[in-house]
């Protein structure tokens, strides 16, 4: 077989592998702060999208200033869910406030719907998604410059954030609360703003996704299925480990790729949908816990 | 009516061999070997974090040691399974009382006569005419678990409305149910008041000499121990320092170390 | 305060753990049941059939499946919907390449199919817990639906993937009018919810609460988890997978994989999540609740003559709202409620 | 009725038994809640089972003339055995099972008893230590084996052990059992009831079966009762009332018996058995309707209005409506209603819904109260009786019920008032004599035949007898007033507050009361007024439910004041006593009658101190505790006066 090819299409799922990473950070960022394993994360990142798309077309401002204003809802967005859904449900089980989330996911949905209107949207970032001309030229392989683009965003974000919760108050205290709850407000953590200001940071890294996913495939409800991708990532790469979810998130964007490029034409295609969840599972049954995540022992 | 007159066997039922357990390096039980004789009350204690609950945890399986034997029904193992245990009539209570939050008392209790029920998924879901005979037969045993602990009066409560002591007591007739040949107790008594106390040690007693059940027991309160049990094993930091009759355990000057350097 | 229990004592096991101990409930009851049977089928209008009733009854037949796996036993499932498609698609095609098989038997077929498929995705249940297991019912939900359309055999090489359900004929009769169908679905709901109600006030039904509760202690006690769960994982998937071939053969005709979508998963968690999870009479409620509230909202819609899309997007919003809502205010759904109020009623006059 | 009187003129218990296991056989004969549902004995089976309990104790060695004592909660099986002994001609001797050690013990030695059948573990340590010291109980037989398991003691046998000995036996004597109850006679002894009497050493009553038969034979007459009945019998055994409801009658009418699980269970099964006869002493009717306030208290506003108000509806028309008396129609419609969501449910609620016929005796009951359970439409009426009658003299018929009367003589019963105002009573059913006591016997029994109840009465206007009190307890003050202890204090009691009261008076200047306050009902009032206290005695201490209860007094007084013959009587001064007054002290007797002469000793200090008017007085007092300890409570207790009232002789 072709390895230009090969090596093309592993790129290229590498690339979107980075997209979901960057989904599944959400997902961590929420699960390490406050046990809550957020589904609307999803409908969070379409709701970025939508609102800042809006914003502008509403405001005839171009998108990178909408953006502003968009972080500030995605902010407040972040701490109402925090006071309204997540305080009167503490301490309730993680099922709770999983289907909790469930709940929220369509509130969201209907509500972004409702305010920017269902039909889908295109969403121009102004980056044309044509192969780098240079790798192209030398090495005779495809990669989309856009793609190229929003890995290295996401590289950014990572990057800023470690820093934020290596270097900051918060951030410090962020992780204090991940490793034990009870020991966090036992030396006067306030869980309560800790939790707030994860969320809101979790809305911009949605939003963030938003913008990258929009800009591809158009701003549409099927972005909140984007959150159902990220699901594969988190369980291979942990729920607690943001290295995890890069990886996770790589591993599953190039062999859900392959998978669908090689394995696919066998079965009729479109294996996409289901492949890394069942990919997922397989690895669930070995390692329950993730390739980076803890081991839990069951005391009694 | 307690003491050594009742041992009128010297049987072994249960014999653990230098059983040690670790936790990712964490060192809980270490080379402890001890034997239960048929019919007696064996107390295990010692200061917090001794390892006590761990070896009842070994005994019943649910943690699995990485050293020693088991010896049991004759049989040696490296370990025991959870429903091995429970099936060759092992039944036990926990520290913190582990009921079915969801379920009446006597829902409660009847889950302790399940591996003494058999009918099939079809007959239950139909709930034919032996199901119903089956049901009630094992209804009439959980009765007699519920007057003989003296909670009539409770016997429909959901069982998280419940007091502690009435929990604990729930929890016990839940073990009594599956009418065990060896009863494990983890600290029945732990956070109860005096009388609640008083009426656990006489249940525990009359289990023993009226059910004649072999009874394994955690507790704090020196006292009780002494009332209760026929024979002590005593553990600090996961290691047997004393093992013996009340009396002279009591007297042991290494327990005494122990116990006032715990705390 | 309709209730007076002085003077009904019980002398027997059998009637002390009767299905409805209380008298007047028994009289309720069948009340109720006479309705359902005798009353609506003379007043009801073709409409109210097929487009409350039937799909009522339907739903709260999938709930009691789903809140036997996730309201009793405790694990939570995001693929109640898939379970009904292979319900639907299985009775489908026995019903197709087994010709003169009775309709209800291609029924029961469908349901085991269900159940199979169930056992087969219930296996990771014994070493993952909580939404990791939701999240391979999700992988299943997809997996499912990707298998009925991709592989046309299932949907029998119709092009659209659209398959139209045969013609339900028992002993030569023929259901066709809406209400014979109705009368069916109920029979068959009403059947299937008294078997479960019998399955957990047995010992079947106390092993799956054990496991929900208190795992480590169930097992103790002498339940073996793996075949708790998978007996649960059975029981519901078949529940659903018969409620899915109602969904195909008593409402909707014709289907296509697609109307078995993760969405349809999620609307019956909901039924329970708001009826009441652990509760036969939840899932019923709960079923009724979320059919009647989306026509609720469009007629608001319509009476201020809001754009339709409006209509949808309240729904979603509502549905969030409320299960947020039930979640933190009364977890237990409208069943504790309707509980309670039966409380109230039982100490009249008394507070307590 | 009369009939029923002829046709069971003749009859034995144990021949009643045969007959109603003739019958109904399949009819339930005795219930008894336990294992969490009711067991249930039909009438063939408990004669079945009296069979084999008669052999196995003729098997042991129990022979006619025999007593056999028998200890324990109410129990279909115990009630059994009664039966038992009387088929081989034995005498039953039924004990209080909460009485102290002492008590027991002088009954057994009065009555030498051999045989005893006791309930439980408790029951047999009781009589094992009983024994230690004499020849007595030889043999004893337990109901409950639980803990007893490794006893070893001689003549210790297993209720289901004795059924074995009787079923060999019975198979070994073929038509034993038949011929022992043909050998029984209408006059033999068929029952021994020890009277606590409010003096002296308890006395065994010895009563025939001619006079029990006809007794029960009697009462299920008057109120036309029927084999559909159902009682619950949760009084002591021992006590005549309970043996006249639970045991005579229920034979001769063949009623079903219901014990109930345990004596703290009592309410709970009063309302699921719902009894359709049905007998309580005033107290417990006090005890209901007090919790039924409390209760109402917390309810939601909305439901209290409408409690209130179709309890005053209830109060206008309910009585008229229950006697069957014209009521104005607008009164019957809101009754109507009220029927509908409060005083059916009410009465749901406190298990009272399905009684045709409610009995209250033993002690006076207040007319507020009486009133209340009549209102909603319980038919609740006062007999008057004593264990010397086979607690059957006075009823009152359907429709001529008031709360100040005991009703009129009962069929077959000869009432008069003896010129020194003592009722005195002559029937079948009287005592044979006081076991081994002829004395007292002759005390009480004259020439005539008439019985002396001791109690002081009147036949008011219609024939209805009136107590006023016991004629050893009337008294008159210094200046001459008549003072009727026991008058006084019932009209304190029906005081929700006021438990119990105790007066004296007899050669004094004045009427002094000591007063027990009801702990639940104060304790409430005290909660509502945020009021704190750690327990009676501090309680009992407080200024302000000194006041509370002087309110109390001083309106009994006012209502003494109305009345011509006690208007002189009108308490003084007062106390709250620091303790419970309690029978385990002997301050009260088994059925908790004060035992005025004992307390007046006991309480010498308190008594003086308020007869010279003091404040204050500190007094010290022996108690046995809840365990059997003893000790001493000491306190010092406020003494004070109440208001009294001029004497209005134009109400008279």
Redesign the interface.
């Known amino acids: 077989m072709n390895v230009i090819f090969f090596i093309e299409v592993l790129i290229g799922g590498l690339l979107s592998g980075v997209m979901y990473a960057m989904v599944a950070l959400g997902f961590v960022l929420i699960y390490k702060a406050s046990g809550v394993f957020n589904f609307a994360q999803g409908a969070m990142v379409f709701f970025a999208a939508a609102t800042c798309l809006g914003i502008s077309e509403t405001l005839g401002i171009s998108i990178w200033w909408a953006i502003l204003p968009t972080i500030l809802v995605m902010i407040a967005l972040g701490l109402a869910t925090e006071r309204i859904v997540l305080r009167p449900l503490v301490n309730q089980n993680e099922i709770t406030l999983f289907m909790a989330t469930i709940g929220l996911t369509f509130f969201l949905e209907g509500l972004v719907q409702a305010l920017w209107g269902s039909h889908a949207k295109a969403l121009d970032l102004g980056i044309e998604d044509i192969p780098l001309s240079y790798v192209l030229d030398n090495y005779n392989i495809m990669i989309s410059q856009f793609d190229l683009i929003s890995a290295a965003v996401c590289a950014l974000l990572v990057t800023v954030l470690t820093l934020l919760f290596s270097h900051t108050k918060t951030g410090r205290a962020l992780r204090a609360v991940a490793d034990d709850h009870q020991a966090a407000l036992a030396v006067g953590i306030p869980l309560q703003r800790v939790w707030g200001v994860v969320w809101a940071v979790a809305g911009i890294v949605a939003l963030v996704a938003g913008l990258l996913w929009g800009a591809r495939n158009g701003v549409q409800f099927a972005l909140t299925f984007t959150a159902l991708k990220a699901l594969p990532v988190l369980i291979l790469g942990g729920f607690t480990s943001v290295p995890g979810a890069i990886v996770g998130g790589l591993i599953i964007g190039a062999s859900e790729k392959l998978a669908e490029v090689y394995v696919g034409p066998l079965v009729g295609g479109g294996i996409e949908g289901w492949f890394p969840y069942v990919l997922a599972m397989l690895f669930l049954l070995v390692r329950p816990e993730g390739l980076f995540g803890e081991k839990l022992i069951r005391r009694v | 009516m307690s003491g050594s007159s009742k041992l009128d066997t010297d049987e072994v039922i249960l014999d653990m061999r230098n059983i040690s357990l670790s936790f990712g390096g964490v060192k809980s039980l270490i080379d402890v070997s001890f034997d239960l004789k048929k019919h007696e009350v064996r107390a295990i204690i010692g200061p917090n974090g001794a390892g006590k609950s761990s070896m009842i945890n070994v005994i019943n399986g649910i943690y699995r040691p990485q050293k020693g034997e088991i010896i049991y029904h004759g049989k040696s193992r490296k370990s025991m399974h959870p429903y091995y245990a429970a099936s060759t009539g092992i039944a036990r209570t926990f520290q913190n009382i582990a009921l079915f939050r969801g379920m009446s008392v006597l829902d409660n209790i009847m889950t302790g006569r399940n591996l003494k029920m058999s009918s099939s998924m079809l007959m239950q879901a139909l709930y034919w005419g032996p199901v119903q005979k089956n049901e009630a037969k094992h209804r009439r045993k959980a009765e007699e678990i519920i007057d003989f602990l003296e909670i009539q009066h409770i016997r429909k409560t959901p069982v998280n409305r419940l007091a502690y002591g009435l929990q604990k007591r729930v929890e016990l007739g839940r073990a009594l149910a599956a009418e065990p040949e060896i009863l494990l107790l983890d600290e029945p008594m732990a956070g109860m008041n005096v009388e609640e106390k008083q009426d656990m040690c006489r249940f525990i007693l009359d289990v023993n000499d009226q059910l004649g059940t072999t009874i394994v027991l955690i507790e704090h309160d020196m006292s009780i121990v002494m009332e209760l049990s026929d024979r002590v094993l005593v553990l600090d930091h996961g290691s047997k320092i004393a093992d013996g009759g009340p009396v002279e355990v009591r007297n042991d000057p290494q327990v005494i170390k122990a116990y006032l350097g715990s705390n | 305060m309709f209730y007076r229990e002085a003077g009904q004592f019980k002398t027997t096991y059998q009637s002390d753990s009767a299905l409805f101990p209380i008298l007047q409930d028994k009289i309720g009851v069948l009340v109720g049941l006479a309705i359902f049977f005798l009353a609506i089928p003379l007043v009801a209008t073709p409409y109210l059939f097929s487009a409350i009733l039937i799909p009522f009854l339907i739903f709260s037949l999938a709930a009691i499946g789903l809140n036997i796996l996730t309201g009793y036993a405790g694990q939570l499932s995001l693929g109640s919907a898939a379970f009904m498609a292979v319900g639907a698609f299985a009775t489908y095609n026995f019903m197709l390449r087994i010709p003169g098989k009775p309709i209800l038997v291609a029924f029961i077929l469908g349901g085991i199919s269900a159940a199979l498929v169930g056992i087969a995705f219930g296996l990771p249940s014994l070493r993952i817990r909580g939404f990791y297991l939701a999240v391979t019912t999700l992988a299943m939900q997809f997996f499912v639906l990707w298998c009925l359309t991709k592989i046309p055999w299932f949907t029998n090489y119709s092009p659209s993937g659209v398959i139209r359900a045969q013609q339900v004929v028992i002993l030569g009769y023929v259901f066709d009018s809406q209400v014979s169908r109705y009368l069916l679905t109920l029979s068959i709901v009403s059947l299937m919810a008294l078997m479960a109600k019998n399955m957990v006030r047995t010992n079947l039904g106390r092993s799956w609460m054990a496991i929900r509760d208190m795992d480590v202690a169930a097992e103790v006690i002498g339940f073996r988890p793996l075949q708790t769960k998978l007996t649960a994982f059975a029981i519901s998937a078949f529940y659903c997978g018969v409620a899915g071939a109602l969904f195909a053969y008593t409402y909707l005709g014709t289907v296509e994989p697609e109307a078995y979508s993760l969405d349809l998963s999620f609307r019956i968690l909901f039924m329970i999540i708001i009826g009441g999870m652990g509760s036969i009479l939840g899932s019923f409620l709960g079923a009724a609740f979320m059919t009647l509230l989306p026509i609720g909202l469009n007629m608001f819609v319509h009476h201020f003559s809001l754009p339709m899309t409006l209509a949808s997007n309240l729904e979603l919003m509502t549905f969030g709202s409320l299960i947020i809502f039930f979640l933190i205010v009364e977890p237990h759904g409208l069943a504790r409620l309707w509980q309670i109020g039966k409380e109230k009623l039982r100490l009249w006059p008394f507070p307590y | 009725m009369k009939a029923l009187l002829e046709e069971t003129k003749n009859q034995v218990f144990p021949s009643l038994l045969l007959e109603q296991a003739q019958v109904r056989g399949n009819k339930p004969a005795f219930?008894l809640k336990?294992?969490?549902?009711?067991?249930?004995w039909t009438w063939a089976e408990i004669a079945q089972e009296v069979r084999l309990l008669a052999c196995g104790l003729a098997s042991l060695g129990y022979q006619r003339g025999m007593n056999l004592a028998i200890i324990g909660n109410n129990h279909p099986r115990l009630y059994g055995a009664m039966l038992a002994a009387q088929s081989l001609g034995g005498v039953p001797v039924p004990l209080y099972q909460d009485a102290p050690v002492v008590d027991i013990a002088y009954a057994l030695q009065n009555a030498d008893i051999q045989f005893a059948l006791a309930e439980d573990q408790e029951q047999v340590d009781k009589l094992l230590d009983i024994r230690r010291d004499n020849e007595l109980v030889g043999t004893i037989i337990y109901e409950d084996p639980?803990?007893l398991?490794?006893y070893r003691d001689a003549g210790l046998h297993a209720y289901d052990h004795l059924l074995q000995l009787g079923c060999d036996y019975d198979q070994a004597h073929p038509g034993f059992f038949e011929d022992q109850i043909a050998a029984c006679q209408p006059d033999d002894i068929s029952i021994m009831l020890y009277t606590s009497g409010t003096t002296g050493r308890p006395k065994g009553v010895c009563l025939s079966h001619r006079a029990m038969v006809s007794a029960g034979a009697g009462g299920v007459g008057f109120d036309n009762l029927t084999d559909k009945e159902n009682v619950l019998s949760y009084l002591p055994m021992a006590w005549a009332g309970d043996h006249f409801f639970s045991y005579a009658q229920a034979l001769v009418g063949g009623f079903t018996v219901n014990c109930p699980?345990?004596p703290?269970?009592v309410m709970?099964d009063l309302?699921?058995?719902?009894p359709t006869y049905y007998f309580a002493p005033p107290r417990i009717f006090e005890g209901m309707l007090t919790t039924?306030m409390i209760?109402?208290e917390?309810?939601?506003w909305i439901?209290r209005k409408?409690?209130h108000y179709f309890m005053a509806v209830a109060k206008r028309a309910g009585i008229d409506i229950l006697d069957g008396k014209p009521a104005p129609l607008l009164d019957r419609i809101q009754y109507a209603i009220g029927r509908?969501?409060?005083f059916?449910?009410?009465?749901?609620?406190?298990?009272?819904?399905?009684i045709r016929v409610a009995y209250t005796a033993g002690a006076a009951i207040g007319p507020d109260l009486f009133r209340f359970y009549r209102s909603i439409g319980v038919n609740l009426k006062q007999f008057y009786g004593a264990t010397e009658t086979c607690a059957y003299v006075c009823m009152q018929p359907d429709g001529e019920v008031r709360s100040n009367s005991v009703g009129v003589p009962a069929p077959g019963v000869e009432v008069k008032i003896s010129e020194r105002g003592e009722v005195i009573v002559r029937s079948v059913s009287m005592l044979r004599e006081y076991y081994k006591n002829s004395e007292a016997t002759a005390e009480v029994l004259d020439e005539d035949g008439y019985f002396h109840t001791g109690d002081a009465g009147v036949f008011d206007a219609d024939g209805h007898l009136q107590i006023i009190d016991r004629v050893a307890d009337l008294g008159r003050t210094r200046s001459g007033d008549l003072f009727a202890p026991n008058y006084i204090e019932n009209k304190l009691k029906f005081f929700s507050y006021i438990k119990e009261a105790v007066t004296f008076g007899d050669g004094l200047d004045h009427i002094y009361a000591f007063v027990n306050i009801d702990m639940e009902a104060v304790g409430n009032w005290a909660e509502r007024r945020g009021l704190p206290y750690s327990g009676y005695t501090d309680l009992a201490g407080k200024p302000q439910v000194y006041e509370l209860i002087a309110e109390c007094l001083a309106q009994a007084n006012q209502d003494l004041s109305r009345e011509t013959t006690m208007a002189g009587a009108q308490i003084k001064r007062f106390l709250i006593l620091h303790k419970e007054l309690d029978p385990d002290d002997g301050e009260l007797t088994r059925t908790r009658k004060v035992r005025r002469r004992f307390i007046a000793e006991k309480y010498k200090v308190l008594l003086d101190a308020l007869i010279q008017g003091k404040d204050a007085q500190y007094v010290e007092t022996q108690v046995v505790f809840e365990d059997g300890r003893e000790g001493m409570v000491a306190a010092t207790l406020q003494l004070a006066d109440v208001k009294t009232f001029p004497v209005l002789k134009e109400a008279a």
């Open positions: 219930r336990e294992f969490g549902i009711w067991q249930t639980k803990g398991q490794d699980e345990s703290d269970t709970l309302r699921e058995i719902a039924v209760r109402m917390d309810a939601s439901k409408m409690f509908i969501v409060v059916g449910p009410l009465k749901d609620v406190l298990g009272l819904s399905r």
